[in-house]
T-cell receptor, first 114, second 112 residues
Framework: NAGVTQTPKFRVLKTGQSMTLLCAQDMNHEYMYWYRQDPGMGLRLIHYSVGEGTTAKGEVPDGYNVSRLKKQNFLLGLESAAPSQTSVYFC?????????????FGAGSRLTVL | RKEVEQDPGPFNVPEGATVAFNCTYSNSASQSFFWYRQDCRKEPKLLMS???SGNEDGRFTAQLNRASQYISLLIRDSKLSDSATYLC?????????????FGSGTQLTVLP
């Protein structure tokens, strides 16, 4: 049982390049999330999804797009990377209802934008 | 003012010591409270929920003070393996993870 798997684990981009982070979960969770974590700041929600085919904006959505075509996958895209997007990105998933407070996180993706 | 504030530390304590962390939150309507643990360069993992009456899980005790709007985590008989960053998490609702607010964490190092 893999839980939540993120790929890639590390990536270096140049300003203006695009990339996609992939998140996959095998727990049949309804909810999925993308967070970013920066030094001295708490995890901040970028986008989230409450089910297949649905997405919504979180606290810091600018510069990112997401898609959830299949229940088990949640993709995070950067269309034109900027140095301010250098961060550690965590995908998470949870059940709905009262279980939504218990997040299972992936191992993280470290992105550097030069 | 941050919605959830924690002392970043670091807290350096000897093995066997008792250590306590506090976390304050600004939204008085907050409904759900948690402590997550994050090891260095790893993902956060749920440590424990915090209930109104306080709760204990082995060496860990969590308390909630709604009047003063803070939660606390007490670790007794610290182990080397307790070294990690402890994240305070607050939810203004009972069951909506969209609004989970994470503190920036308190770093604990347990020394041999």
């Amino acid at each position: 049982n893999a839980g939540v798997t993120q790929t890639p684990k590390f990536r270096v981009l140049k300003t203006g390049q695009s990339m996609t982070l992939l998140c996959a979960q095998d727990m049949n969770h309804e909810y999925m999330y993308w967070y970013r974590q920066d030094p001295g700041m708490g995890l901040r929600l970028i986008h989230y999804s409450v089910g297949e085919g649905t997405t919504a904006k979180g606290e810091v959505p600018d510069g990112y797009n997401v898609s959830r075509l299949k229940k088990q996958n949640f993709l995070l895209g950067l269309e034109s990377a900027a140095p301010s997007q250098t961060s550690v990105y965590f995908c998470a998933s949870s059940y709905q209802g009262s279980g939504a407070n218990v997040l299972t996180f992936g191992a993280g993706s470290r992105l550097t934008v030069l | 003012r941050k919605e959830v504030e924690q002392d970043p530390g670091p807290f350096n304590v000897p093995e066997g010591a008792t250590v306590a962390f506090n976390c304050t939150y600004s939204n008085s309507a907050s409904q759900s409270f948690f402590w997550y643990r994050q090891d260095c360069r790893k993902e956060p993992k749920l440590l424990m929920s915090v209930y109104s009456s306080g709760n204990e899980d082995g060496r860990f005790t969590a308390q909630l003070n709604r009047a003063s709007q803070y939660i606390s985590l007490l670790i007794r008989d610290s182990k080397l393996s307790d070294s990690a960053t402890y994240l305070c998490v607050v939810n203004p609702r009972l069951s909506s993870a969209r609004q989970l607010t994470f503190g920036s964490g308190t770093q604990l190092t347990v020394l041999p």
